[in-house]
């Protein structure tokens, strides 16, 4: 691929995983359906583009009732559809009508802390709907989990939801005497994709083969120990000889190296205290809304007479007071002591000596 069309160092997408369960795939294999494509709009629903490339899209098999895409530059702000397709035959390229549309929040939350989960562990009683029955939709409290998450990314430092990354970085003689030591910017990691050597002028030297990866998964460390083979012979034979000339002989490169990696916690494994904050966060958005809703915006006090019988009720709700200002402020304050702890536990103190 030529160095133009590569992608700028950087974040490049959230993974989000579109799953299709359909307890009758069997009847659209008869229909003649054989594989699943996959929609992403950007722009509200307004327009959709296919994002699996046709080696991509998931085969539709007799038997079984889930197929899964992987995007791996999702955008929890888009939507996603999918449809099926007629590969081969009179009917080639026929597609079917497209699923309703899902928000890319909803699929990208829905293994850290979905709406129910929310609702009962950190909103319990809590009556979700007004005084005309209406409920507030599930979009709203799928909005809270993301900002929330989006929120607790940054205050330590690290990437929560699974986020490809691509970076480039120097190259220095100690460095690679050391097994091509580097240090990944953002961590934990669940994977490499790629690691690559690339000249300033552009050129691709070589991509090294993951066999050849030692990772150190939480901490982000990236070591080269090549195997057996020629490959191997010309890398580790003497420090920097996979350099041209021109090169061989500098202690530094800039941005020789360009390494495609995958950061954050995989499916189940964000860790209890970090979901915690998390779902304490994304609840406070629900409590200020429905604090508004106990009694009216702003109303501490409602008083009913008739007839010489009167009636008062008070709750905790004023102009600047919201009606569960005190689970709002208990929660505030755990988030508050708990953020350094896990701040410097998850992200800790890297050091180096150039």
């Known amino acids: 691929m030529p160095a133009s069309a590569r992608i700028d160092a950087g974040s490049i997408g959230t993974v989000i995983t579109v799953a299709v369960i359909d307890e009758n795939l069997g009847a659209a294999i008869e229909a003649g359906y054989s594989r699943l494509i996959v ?39 888009a939507l996603y559809r999918t449809r099926y397709l007629i590969c081969g035959g009179e009917f080639d390229g026929s597609r079917s009508d497209p699923s309703d549309p899902i928000p890319g929040a909803g699929l990208a939350i829905r293994r850290v802390l979905t709406v129910p989960q929310l609702k009962d562990r950190y909103l319990f009683g809590v009556n979700f709907t007004r005084d005309d ?21 940054k205050q ?15 190259y220095y003689r100690g460095d ?4 091509n030591m580097v240090r990944l910017d953002n961590y934990p990691v669940i994977n490499v994709e790629e690691f690559r050597v690339q000249y300033p002028s552009g050129q691709n030297v ?37 350099l041209p000339a021109v ?32 779902g304490m966060f994304a609840s406070l958005g629900p409590f200020n809304i429905f ?38 402020i208990q929660y505030l304050k755990q988030i508050k002591e708990q953020i350094p702890n896990l701040r410097r536990y998850y992200k800790g103190l890297r050091m180096a000596v150039a």
């Open 176 to 179: 690679y005497q050391a097994f």
């Open 39 to 77: 929609e992403r709009s950007n722009d509200g629903g307004l327009t959709y583009a296919e994002i699996t490339d046709p080696s991509e899209r998931p085969v539709l098999t007799a038997g079984e009732t889930t197929l899964k895409f992987v995007d791996r530059r999702g955008d929890p702000n």
């Open 206 to 242: 070589i991509v090294f083969p993951p066999e050849w990866y030692r990772l150190n998964r939480p901490e982000g460390h990236l070591q080269i120990v090549p195997t057996a083979g020629t490959l191997s012979n010309v890398l580790i034979g003497q420090g920097g000889s996979f």
């Open 291 to 328: 604090g508004d809703l106990i009694a009216g915006a702003g109303i501490a006090t409602i008083s009913l007479s008739m007839d010489g019988l009167s009636q008062n009720i008070g709750t905790t709700s004023s102009a600047t007071n919201a009606g569960y200002g005190a689970r709002i």
């Open 247 to 278: 090169y061989s002989g500098m202690d530094y490169l800039p941005q020789l190296f360009e390494i495609t990696y995958t950061a954050g916690f995989e499916d189940g494994q964000i860790p209890e205290d970090i979901l915690d904050l998390i």
């Open 156 to 170: 330590l430092d690290i990437p929560i939801l699974p986020t490809v990354f691509v970076e480039k970085h120097d």
């Open 133 to 153: 029955g209406t409920s507030l939709p599930d979009a709203v409290f799928q909005h809270y989990i993301m900002q929330s998450i989006r929120w607790m990314e």
